[in-house]
């Protein structure tokens, strides 16, 4: 891993800013006020982004939102962000649509930002359902799409130069740092379920394929709809297999639902793997309390850990204060990840000669592996994909009331 980790960091539980209380998967929020459907002054650089207020996706959208509500709010505040093209500072206008965590309403209101709204910086919705939609529009209009957290593999393709992922590796490379714990832990017998999406099939094709290579083959390998919400023959058709370790691939919906089924079966594994608690443990203790986090394994990301050597934006500490000062709450994962979003397009505003979208793509390539934020080290390859980051795995414990998690690799 190219970032080193502070280990064992303590999660304090918090809701979620701006009075958003997320008590389960269809947890609604606020929605943003309407939008300006002006085109910019040339006083002010416009961002068009979606986001999810309602809907299965509302608990992972709403925050990713919000942390990119943040940055914009600390730029203005400070008078702007300096654009090189311009010469001077500037402030951000945001051009924000609810898609209500619908692909088809997302595909209407993407290529609204770009024909009706002539937004300057295109930034995509949370995930790679609400982002795969986005990719062929953004393509189509040669428009420059920050891709927040759609790590879907099949979105970068040496055809399309109009595609930049800001705050997450791409999904195939997930798996690796499991994949070695669980070959290094000796698991021979690995049962695994995963959703119907590019983010979690690349997931499972990646751990897979690693263990195949240490002469593993799954004793349970099988694919759901990402709509599912039981989980129980599932769970009982894998625990007929007698395996060791079990690993869900989902996202916060079907990791809730999982655990549910988990824990109302009273089954148990010497290992048990899924994705979200160490994006949103706030919401994952508030379903299944301490105890039911206990010993669960997952991808612990920032503020769960820490990035050491950032050179570029807040550090962790920073961004917790300032976010808690800001808005009332403790931070996640997610509103690392707007932040982050954020940090990328300041950046690339700082750098491009113009604001043109190949200027755009050109600068982020020419500062691409230079940076180190809060969210690790951002290097894209030719085709936009990052690969300067890699997620830990890590096993949550209990001590003295308060989560903890220890980086196994």
Known sequence: MQSRFRKGALWAVATLAGGMLLAGCGTAATPAPAPAKTKSTAAEVSIGTLYASTGSFATSSMPEYQGLQFWINQVNAAGGTYVKAAGR????RLVSYND??????ATSLYNQLITVNHVNLLVADFGSVLTSVAVPIAQEHKQ???DQSGTGTTFFTPNNPYIVLTSLPTSALWPTSLANYLINSHYKKVAIVYCENDFDQSQDQTLTKLLAKAGITPTYNNAVPTSTSSYTVILHNMAATHPQAVIELGYPNNDISFMQALQSSGSTFPLTFTIFPGQLPSLFEKNFGLKGLNNMFTYPAPPLISVSGVNYGMSLGQFEQAFKKQ???SPNFLNVAGYNTGLILQKTLATA???SQKSLRQA???FSGTITTLDGKFQINSQGAQVGETLPVGQFTVAKGKLNVNIKG
């Open 353 to 355: 000669t113009s604001l």
């Open 100 to 105: 209500q965590s619908s692909a088809q309403t």
């Open 327 to 329: 808005t009332g709450s």
């Open 89 to 92: 500072k500037e402030k951000i």
């Open 144 to 146: 420059l799409l920050f």
């Open 364 to 366: 982020v390539s020419g």
